[in-house]
């Protein structure tokens, strides 16, 4: 076994690593870009070394930087993680050259993935099932036209190079093929640089299912099951599980039995992952094999009781596999999320900003949580947004989605927006919950599972004001000589009754004036022409409970200084922050007079230039930000006064980039 491994990799998946080196006795050191000086997996690793500058390609990307980092720390093997350099067969050749061990693949192996062509080519020859096609190198027009007539539509036209979903086209009939390939070619160029495609037959209303597969330099290949990952949005998993609901154990054995037909074929070493697409009748193809270890691997290792990160080590340093196919037995149920800063209501857009605080679920033996963040830290807007994996057990599916949504409603991150909400809706959607989700149901019925414009009612407004309340009066309003004087508390008591109290809460841009008669838990609460008795309020380890004109509840609920979030039997949620009890108006903010940054990023392209007349929704810059564009455009018609952000220039979130002329 290895002495001293180096984590060509940050954040989730170095912690990750780092946490079965530390088991193991094994010395881990860390690399880190000038973004990620403080970042946990800095802080956790034995020693860690700068490499360059915040973006990818100034520091995780440069291989050369790693490889002398683990020279001069004397690593003996290089884990790269996944993303970054796990599949670049360059830098594992490198690893080669300079005597230091690669913990993956052979680059060979890894080549012969990194075309889905080729690859294609090379699983039809060792009698991997494929999805009828076209795969060939005759990428002229006439050619694939005719060839998409003979595979029959609707198809699928898909870039030969790279994934994510980029340079994917369904096609439903012959009149559209044309401009959709065109499409497709240019969205590949972009992307990967190829502009080479491959057709596929198109299932409709296809299942995800990918087989674990580990191999070793023995020549030993085995599978540790599947995972189902049909849950999926723009062709990024959202929800992985494992057993899948859908197979049984004849179909899950010959899909494992094609897996490693699959890994054979390329004399695999390591851990690697084969997609398959699946009817709904069952009926399976080779979609294609991810050579690394995949961001769910964690519940392959809750079902079976195994370290996958352990087995790669052992392996890399040239043992052979710990188990063999018939010694894998799996138990109970797993199913992992990933919690990111992101906004669901804003299609997802990326978040970043500081965790001003990081609400998790308590880890146990049904709860597990891989993270690379802590309360405090930044999300930046140079990486995946990604803030932690939550991972739940349990004996079956019923009880590991109940596990889920419970530790979804005990979990709050206040600073960048998050997808918490949407993963509840998810876990809850009668589809998810009967395991009849297939890869295009998020797409084609989002709304089902966003959250926006429900807005709270009386009981949620009034439980937030009694939370409030309670806050108030165990909170000394200032240092008294007596900590036990009446005069360091602030429940508005008076001789003979009971004070009013004004509680402002602002729900988005609305304003609630509640007016409070009383205290210690008993209150009249009035709002306008509405009101409520409380009595027997408690607030206690993030719970209210009381009795609202008589009806008793029990409401989920946390404050976070001047915010309040409650949270209901349903996953719906409702946020509240405190305002002034009294309010005068003010001046009417600028509004659609400027254009402001959504988030902190780097302007690519700027398309307009002061004095131009633009229309609403004309497209006036491009951002990059958390590794994608984002086009900026006009809030509304008029003439642009200033733009006062250039091409290359790095610009904070809310920051004005264009201001519009006043119109007269």
Known sequence: MFDCILIANRGEIACRVIRTCRRLGIRTVAVYSSADADAQHVRLADEAWPIGGPRPAESYLRGDAIIEVARRTGAQAIHPGYGFLSENTDFARACEAAGIAFIGPRPASIDAMG????????????????????????????????????????????????????????????????????????????????????????????????FQVFGDTHGNVIHLNERECSAQRRYQKVLEETPSPFLDDARRARMGEAAVAAARAVDYVGAGTVEFIVGQDGEFFFMEMNTRLQVEHPVTEETLGLDLVEWQLRVAAGQPLPLRQEDIRASGHAIEVRLYAEDPEANFLPGS???????????????????????????????????????????DRTQALER???????????????????????????????????????????????????????????????????????????????PFSPWASADAWRLGHAGKRVVALMEGDTRHEIEAHGHAGHYVLHEGDTSCTVAGARLANGVLSARFDERSRRIPLGIEGTRVRLHDE?????????????????????????????????????????GDTVEEGQELLVMEAMKMELALKAPRAGTIESISAAQGDFVDADSVLVRFAETA
């Open 570 to 610: 349903q996953g719906r949620r409702w946020q509240f922050e405190r305002a002034p009890a009294f309010a005068w108006g003010g001046a009417e903010g600028a509004g659609a007079a400027h254009l402001v940054a959504p988030m902190p990023g780097r302007i690519v392209l700027v398309r307009a230039a002061p």
């Open 353 to 395: 900003g500081k965790l001003v605080a990081l609400r998790l679920p308590s880890p146990s033996r049904h709860v597990r949580l891989d993270g690379g963040v802590v309360e405090g830290d930044t999300v930046t807007i140079f990486y995946d947004p990604m803030i932690a994996k939550l991972i739940v057990y349990d004996r």
């Open 404 to 482: 889920l949504r419970e530790a979804l409603a005990v979990t709050d991150i206040v600073g960048p927006k998050s997808n918490v909400a949407f993963l509840e809706r998810l876990s809850r959607h009668p589809i998810v919950v009967e395991g009849r989700i297939d890869t295009g149901y998020l797409d084609r019925h989002l709304d089902e599972f966003l959250v926006a414009g429900t807005a709270a009612g009386d009981t949620e407004r009034f439980a937030a004001a009694v939370a409030l309340l309670l806050a108030d009066e165990t909170t000394p309003v200032h240092q008294a000589a007596d």
């Open 115 to 210: 075309s889905k062509a080729a690859a294609k080519a090379l699983m039809e020859k060792h009698a991997v099932p494929l999805v009828p096609g076209y795969h060939g190198e005759d990428q002229d027009p006439a050619r694939l036209a005719a060839e998409a007539e003979r595979t029959g539509f609707p198809l699928m036209i898909k870039a030969a190079s790279g994934g994510g979903g980029k340079g994917m086209r369904i096609v439903r009939e012959a009149a559209g093929f044309a401009e959709a390939l065109a499409s497709a070619q240019r969205e590949a160029a972009n992307a990967f640089g190829d502009t080479r495609v491959i057709l596929e037959r198109y299932v409709d209303h296809p299942r995800h299912i990918e």
